[in-house]
């Protein structure tokens, strides 16, 4: 535990510098270097040991493009060296514990086991995330393949109890087409003490941000709009939106409890 | 995105070195630090730049205490230097549509939302967790707070729309009690080429791990056990807990849909 000793502060600049990459160098990253990110992100917690997660890394062209079809045509998905599809996973354990012949059904069916699974998936695909980026590589998480799980639970043949969180496009990013580092909400609209603070009272924080924000998609160079954070996150989230995924876990034998 | 070019190797030893930490010294991190941890964290993604999330910060030991209770007794949420609960949270994006007039209830009680809140709170806790790790501290996860989900929404005044998905202990590592690295399923197991590979496939692999792990409980310095992972996770799995969650989560306004 000396890691403090070496460039921590280093590291927090890499974590600073993070921005999603969607434009990619046509280079693929060796086996050797994709073996050592993911073999990092491994380390990242996980609920009692349970590595609830599998990730399914697509190199087919074909089912990429189909996958770039599910999520909404985004180019990068097929112009990436990588993608990568990070899944919730409890078939492992179901499976380990029929081998000794305990039914774990209702155990697996909890909406508790859904979290553990969820949230397992996620902090492996951010340490997955934060060592590419280590290694000079850019990334981007696609939640588009949720617009259609189904269709990708079938193109990747994931069993019941797993389920698609969401992608991963890992590449050489494209230096002349690096987007600017997004602004994040002021701390204090989000970062409380003992207590909640209800957002009457952390308005002009909010205030402050869409400030930011605005000067941000003002001046970009691509998607310029004259907008604010508030109105673009409303009207992103207005519309209910895959208002299929309660019946697709389910049939995925998710959330029954 | 010269991120590369600096010391990333040093990096995923950062990431390899990781373990939960739950021994800590007497000391407490100064408030700058904490400031840079968090303001790195806030970079992780997030999805549309939604930012659903809230972190509390407990500083006041009474509360401490409680949320020791109600997790389980786990001392280390008293020792830390910083306990932090994170919360997925649409109760920020609910109020500024409403400022709008702008109904959003069909959307935000969608499991759709539950989804992307729950994973953008462990994208940024995974950096919080990191940036930690990389300026020297330790951390654990307490998924435990989940125990009693209505009771730590209660003393927090956590609002409906939001809910606390796990918290996290930080501080200075005491140096002598250091657990040794839990080693991590083999690659094979979880890393998958263009479809899934069904349990049955893999049983290898989950031998080798069993035979580690046997290993690893055998020669621990606490918490000793002749048992392998299959068993251990088995054994941890096959009683269903948190039957609550999703009454609760109903309760919040999560998962309505």
Redesign the interface.
Known sequence: ?????????????????????RKFQDKVIPDEEI???????????S?????A????????QQ?REKLMGYAGGQRHILDCSHFFVF?A?L???E???K??N?D?T???E????F??A??DA??F???T???A?????????T?GI?NSPELVTE?????TR?YP??GMCIGY?D?ND?PG??P??P?E????????I???E?IEY?DEYDQTMKDYYANREQNKSKRN??????D????????N??SF?NDQKF?L?
């Not at 193109?155 to 069993?159: A, D, E, K, R, W």
Request: with cysteine; aromatic share 8%; charged share 20%.
């Open positions: 535990m000396n890691s403090g000793n070496f460039n921590g502060l280093r590291i927090l600049e890499l974590l600073e510098n993070h921005r999603s990459i073996k050592k990110i993911i073999s990092a992100a491994q380390t990242a917690s609920s009692s040991n349970g590595q997660y599998s990730i399914i890394n697509i190199t087919n089912t899944c996973d078939h492992r354990i499976n380990i514990a081998l000794s305990v774990m209702e155990s697996l909890s909406t508790e086991m979290i553990i969820t949230v996620a902090l695909a951010q340490n995330a934060i060592a980026e280590a290694l000079g590589y850019g990334i981007v998480y939640g949720r193109i990747l043949h994931l069993p797993t969180v969401f990013p230096n690096i580092k997004k994040r909400l701390i609209s989000l970062f409380f003490e003992n207590e909640y209800h957002f009457e952390t909010i954070w508030s109105e673009t996150i409303t992103k989230r207005k519309v209910p939106r895959r208002l995924m309660k876990l959330l409890k």
